[in-house]
Structures are given as C-alpha cells and as structure tokens.
Nanobody, 121 residues
C-alpha cells in the first residue's frame, strides 16, 4: 500500500501562486509515477500533470501548460505542484496519485484525500 497526504491548498486571488505538496509513504517512492488530478462538484476528476519515476519526464494538461510545474524529490518521498498565474477555473479539489506504470497514470492505483484550492476573482 502507498499512503499519500496532500497539503498546501488554500484561498488565493486570481494571478497568485500556490505550491501543493504530496508526501508518500509505505512503498519505495521512486518506483511510482506520480500525478496530480483535480475535481469540481458535478464534474469528473481530470488529469493535471504527471512526473516520471526519476523526475526526468513531465506531462501536463493543456489547460495548465506554462502555468503549473510538477516536480518530485525522491529523497523526501514528496511530489510538488507549483501553480502560478492561477485562474478562477483552477478552483477544485486537487488529488495526488501514484501508479507503478506511466501508461496507467490516468487510472492510478493510489489516491490521496485531496486538498482544496480556491481562486477568487
């Protein structure tokens, strides 16, 4: 089992920044592809970003490219999501996810409990 705990959410104004963190425990962190997803009420959970096992490769949804940056620190068992130039439409609950395989990151084996991000206009 992998346990994932997100932190760093909160309320920010349009154009502001936040950094989300996700601390992992339970298994060897570097064996897992890590991802971030988000969900708003009444909508399906959507992919935001993913990072490969070593951190060398990253992938983003078109809606966040150029504004969000995913990174990981394998020594700290933590993945980050730096969010800049935030917009009201970025308001959502953000979830951290883990899967051993990059091809399966959109249906990951493990989820965190989520952290709320609210962007005020």
């Amino acid at each position: 089992q992998v346990q994932l705990v997100e932190s760093g959410g909160g309320l920010v104004q349009t154009g502001g920044s936040l950094r989300l963190s996700c601390a992992a425990s339970g298994r060897t962190f570097s064996n897992y592809v890590m991802g971030w997803f988000r969900q708003t009420p009444g909508k399906e959970r959507e992919f935001v970003a993913a990072v490969s096992w070593s951190g060398a490769r990253t992938y983003y949804a078109d809606s966040v490219k150029g504004r969000f940056t995913i990174s990981r620190d394998n020594a700290k068992n933590t993945v980050y999501l730096q969010m800049n130039s935030l917009k009201p439409e970025d308001t959502a609950v953000y979830y951290c996810a883990a899967d051993p395989n990059m091809v399966a990151i959109h249906t990951p084996d493990y989820w965190g409990q989520g952290t709320q991000v609210t962007v005020s206009s």
